[in-house]
């Protein structure tokens, strides 16, 4: 199974290559990318230096340029297409599906690889992508158990990518208007969820601390209370009298247990999520992740992630907390 | 040609006996088009796929056009097994709401209505779609004007196009029941919770202001979006069909007063709440950031 891990910085990248990614995924510093985040992603310098250094290294290069673009705007991403090609990365990941063709036709063979935000969850779906596009990989949306990724991979229409580690995305990706409800602005069009622009934190005189979003509140903190960023789908809300997060508790998806698994069934690369983080945290993360899989293959039998390694990685979770998300049916 | 009406396909769960006598009424309202099953959760099923055929059956003998909605979002078998039974009905048109559907429809060589989650955000997107079959297009909940215009200006042959003209805004699906959550039930053990919320599940802010709708899997604006006061903007616009989505009280006066604005190109009194999406702007309604 490859690696497969996150940069949104120079640095990130290499801490990803040094760590043992097998690819790095990055983006350009426009909202053709799904983490259009100020000060993240790749100028034209870091890009060059960032493909040489994995070139260099015999690691994978993809671009993201998963958002979607209307009418006037699918220029803009033809063209960051184009730079992809000629700056020779080894694949890019799409949703769109004006950009699948347009890279389908002028770049064949460039490897295009189908985003989570294309929302494809069944394999007539990933046929779709197939045959109309020529995908060569398809990353699969967070909402499916294990055994529904089972059951995709034995179909074998087209290899697959599942998330591994990183914040959850529990909505259908590609299928989530929270952020785009509240700001005007959202993953698909805009490549940010609840941009921070939007983001307010005031602080009463108790110390409680409230934050909103385009003045919509999504939650408040006691004084002593860790908060976390305020995406939609994370805040608390009432729900038949009761105050809770009604959607989902700040936490981090990380499917280690389920690693041999995975790779029984036959999933072609595990992702590490988090473009938007540090440096310090694709270091850790791709190191253990190595780690995890490579002793996957020297020692298959009795394979069990090391209480270090679960720790190493709730330490960097949201709200240090993780789960196996949709992997496992309790949590639906 | 005026615009024509249409009633969206039951986004709620109700019991057997009163979505049959809701469509029974349905049949006397002044409606063109009428989208009939389940496009929220597999689970429900109060009425099976051969119960919906046997409506739509009844509904276009009526002399309504009928149009037949897959899931939302599929993951299981059981659920794709379902969609071919739709598929393959022989008479009605089925409108595709995912990837999977369309594909199906595409391998049989079926004309299709193209549904509002299945991203569509350009005109190549739509004009691949179109060679796959796609004649009518429900317009994605967060396409507005805008688009619609810049669709125009592209000199493509445009398929017809449905806008989403009352009802609340559905937001985000996922594999999550968050009714099941609210009530603290597993959602495999939900117990069909929803049927005792015909309206959705209302979600407010901590400081009490109501912000969403939990419905099952899918979450909903808590506001209607209505686009009746802008119906001579819609017109201009050459929308081909107003979607008003079946609400669980009042969905006849909705109708009418729909109608009424299309046949009169009168603008009505707003009753529900502005689209920002159709203007371009965030779709909830400013909130007093204060509290």
């Known amino acids: 199974m490859y690696l497969v891990c996150p940069a949104g910085n120079l640095p990130a990248l290499k801490a990803a290559v040094d760590g043992g990614a097998d690819a790095v995924y990055l983006g350009f510093r426009d909202q053709t990318n799904a983490r259009a985040f100020p000060g993240l992603n790749f100028t034209e310098a870091d890009l060059l230096a960032g493909v040489d250094y994995a070139h260099r290294h015999r690691r994978k290069l993809y671009v993201a340029l998963n958002t979607y673009p209307g009418p006037t705007r699918l220029a803009g991403w033809r063209a960051a297409v184009d730079r992809a090609a000629e700056v020779g990365a080894d694949a890019i990941i799409c949703a769109d599906m004006g950009v699948l063709d347009y890279a389908s036709r002028r770049y064949p063979d460039l490897a295009r690889h189908l985003s989570v935000q294309g929302s494809a969850t069944t394999h007539p779906a990933l046929r779709y992508y197939r045959e109309r596009f020529g995908i060569a990989r398809a990353v699969l949306p967070r909402v499916l ?8 991979c034995e179909q074998d229409v087209v290899p697959v990518e599942v998330f591994a580690f990183g914040s959850l995305c529990i909505m259908v990706e590609g299928r989530c208007q929270l952020s785009s409800y509240v700001t005007g602005e959202g993953p698909n069009r805009h490549g940010a969820c609840s941009p921070a622009r939007f983001v307010r934190w005031d602080e009463g005189r108790d110390g409680t601390r409230s934050v909103r979003l385009n003045g919509c509140l999504i939650d408040r903190f006691a004084a002593d209370e860790p908060g976390g960023y305020p995406t939609v789908c994370k805040g608390r809300y009432a729900v038949g009298g009761e ?27 595990v ?3 988090g473009r938007q983080r540090g440096q310090a945290y694709v270091a850790t993360v791709t190191r253990v992740w190595r780690a995890a899989l490579d002793r996957l293959q020297t020692a298959p039998s009795g394979w069990r992630p090391d209480d270090s390694w679960q720790r190493e990685l709730a330490r960097l979770a949201e709200g240090r907390q993780t789960t196996l998300g949709p992997y496992h049916r309790s949590w639906h | 040609m005026s615009m024509r009406l249409t009633l969206g396909p039951l986004q709620y769960f109700w019991p057997r006996e009163r979505i049959l006598s809701f469509y029974c009424e349905a049949a006397g309202w002044p409606l063109d088009v009428i989208y009939l099953g389940e496009t929220v959760c597999s689970k429900r099923r109060q009425l099976r796929t051969a119960d919906w055929l046997a409506l739509a059956a009844d509904l276009a003998e009526e002399g309504f056009e009928v149009v037949l909605s897959s899931l939302a979002l599929l993951e299981a078998e059981s659920e794709l097994a379902s969609l071919d039974r739709l598929v393959n009905n022989g008479r009605f048109r089925v409108e595709a709401n995912d990837m999977s559907a369309v594909q199906r429809l ?15 955000y350009n005109h190549v997107a739509l004009q691949l779609l179109c060679e796959d079959g796609l004649e009518r297009l429900v317009l994605g909940v967060e396409l507005g004007r805008a688009v619609v215009e810049e669709f125009r200006s592209t000199g493509m042959e445009l398929p017809e196009l449905e806008l989403l003209a009352w009802g609340r805004l559905p937001l985000a699906f996922s594999a999550r029941c968050f009714t099941a959550r609210a009530l603290d039930l597993a959602k495999d053990e939900c117990g069909f919770r929803c049927i005792d919320y015909p309206d959705g599940l209302p979600l407010a802010t901590r400081e009490g202001e109501p912000f969403l ?3 099952g899997v899918q979450v909903q604006s808590s506001e209607h979006c209505d686009l009746a006061p802008e119906i001579a903007e819609l017109n201009e616009a050459a929308i081909d069909l107003l979607r008003i989505y079946p609400q669980a009280e009042g969905t006849a006066g909705i109708v009418a007063r729909f109608r009424k604005a299309v046949d009169s190109k009168q603008a009505p009194l707003r009753v529900g709440s502005t689209s920002g999406y159709w203007h371009g702007l965030p779709a909830r309604p400013a909130v007093n950031p204060t509290g």
């Open chain 1, 145 to 152: 158990s294990v055994q529904q990724v089972e059951r995709i």
């Open chain 1, 243 to 269: 105050v809770l997060h009604a959607l989902e508790e700040p936490t981090s998806l990380n499917t280690l247990e389920l690693l041999p698994r995975l790779q029984a069934a036959g999933v072609a690369a």
């Open chain 1, 271 to 273: 992702k590490i999520e």
């Open chain 2, 106 to 120: 595409r391998e049989r060589g079926l004309p299709f209505v193209g549904g509002p989650t299945l991203n569509v």
């Open chain 2, 213 to 215: 709708t939990v419905n």
